[in-house]
Nanobody
Framework: QVQLVESGGGLVQTGGSLTLSCAASGRAFWRYAMGWFRQGPGKEREFVAAINWRGDVTDFPDYVKGRFTISTDNAKNAAYLQMNSLKPEDTAVYYC???????????????WGQGTQVTVSS
């Protein structure tokens, strides 16, 4: 069982940056693939980023590629999402997720956090 708590959301202007953190508790955190998803107002949840447990394989969709980076710190049981060049369309609740190594490819995760709000003003 893994519990996930996101933090770091807030209000930022277009072009600004934010770093989201995901604190994990539970056993064998280092074995999990970690992902970030978001759900904007009136939209379905969408994939944002993923990283394998070694930290050497990442995946991003085109709409954030080059602007967002994902990392983990297994010693701290934490994952991070660095977001740069933010746009109003990045406004959403951002969720951290953990899953088996297959999740990196299937985008199917077992554990989810409660989310943190990111608002980008124009």
């Amino acid at each position: 069982q893994v519990q996930l708590v996101e933090s770091g959301g807030g209000l930022v202007q277009t072009g600004g940056s934010l770093t989201l953190s995901c604190a994990a508790s539970g056993r064998a955190f280092w074995r999990y693939a970690m992902g970030w998803f978001r759900q904007g107002p009136g939209k379905e949840r969408e994939f944002v980023a993923a990283i394998n447990w070694r930290g050497d394989v990442t995946d991003f969709p085109d709409y954030v590629k080059g602007r967002f980076t994902i990392s983990t710190d297994n010693a701290k049981n934490a994952a991070y999402l660095q977001m740069n060049s933010l746009k109003p369309e990045d406004t959403a609740v951002y969720y951290c997720a953990a899953g088996s190594s297959d999740a990196l490819y299937t985008r199917l995760y077992d554990y989810w956090g409660q989310g943190t709000q990111v608002t980008v003003s124009s």
